[in-house]
């Protein structure tokens, strides 16, 4: 038996597990994002839980360059790929380095408001030692402080 093979064989099944599917109940019905699962890997500016709250980005630029600003920001980020861009509403895809794991975040344009809401959610696990979280302050930092 070739054992590095069955070795490599096992570890492509492994990391392609962590990606998960993409979910199909995601999306902004009316501009409203699903309510965050009770486990700590989802942060959204729309939720009614104390604990995966964040407030929404602000913006005062029209909604084409605000949306252009937020995409050149995710842009510039490794492993992340923008899955839809459809008016007010972007969906991207961040992966993990080293075990592929995959986080949807979505962004919705409240252009009335003048707001970006989001939602950012682990595909699979219970806790995400704090990524997401981690990742929208750095995204709404970078967006807010250019």
Same mark, same amino acid.
């Given at each position: 038996? =070739? ?29 409203? %994002?699903? /309510? ?8 959204? !500016? $729309? !939720? !009614? ?5 964040? /407030?929404?980005?602000?913006? @005062?630029?029209?909604?084409? /360059? ?9 842009? =510039? ?6 899955? $839809? =861009? ?16 995959? &986080? &949807?975040?979505?962004?919705? %344009?409240? &252009? ?11 595909? @699979?696990?219970?806790? &995400?030692?704090?990524? =997401? ?7 709404? /930092? ?5």
């Amino acid at each position: 038996m =070739n054992y590095p093979l069955a070795l490599l064989f096992a570890l492509l099944i492994l990391f392609s597990a962590c990606s998960g599917t993409k979910p199909l109940d995601i999306g902004a019905k009316n501009g409203n %994002f699903i /309510e965050c699962p009770s486990s700590p890997n989802c942060v959204s !500016t $729309q !939720t !009614t839980s104390k604990k995966h709250k964040m /407030e929404p980005i602000p913006y @005062k630029l029209p909604l084409e /360059e605000a949306k252009a600003k937020l995409l050149k920001i995710i842009g =510039n980020m490794p492993r992340t790929t923008i899955t $839809q =861009n459809e008016g007010p509403y972007l969906h991207s895809e961040f992966k993990s380095k080293l075990m592929k794991y995959v &986080d &949807d975040v979505e962004f919705y %344009f409240d &252009d009335a408001g003048k707001l970006i809401h989001f939602r950012s959610a682990s595909r @699979k696990g219970y806790s &995400d030692m704090g990524v =997401n979280k981690k990742r929208m302050k750095a995204i709404t /930092e970078a967006f807010v402080g250019t």
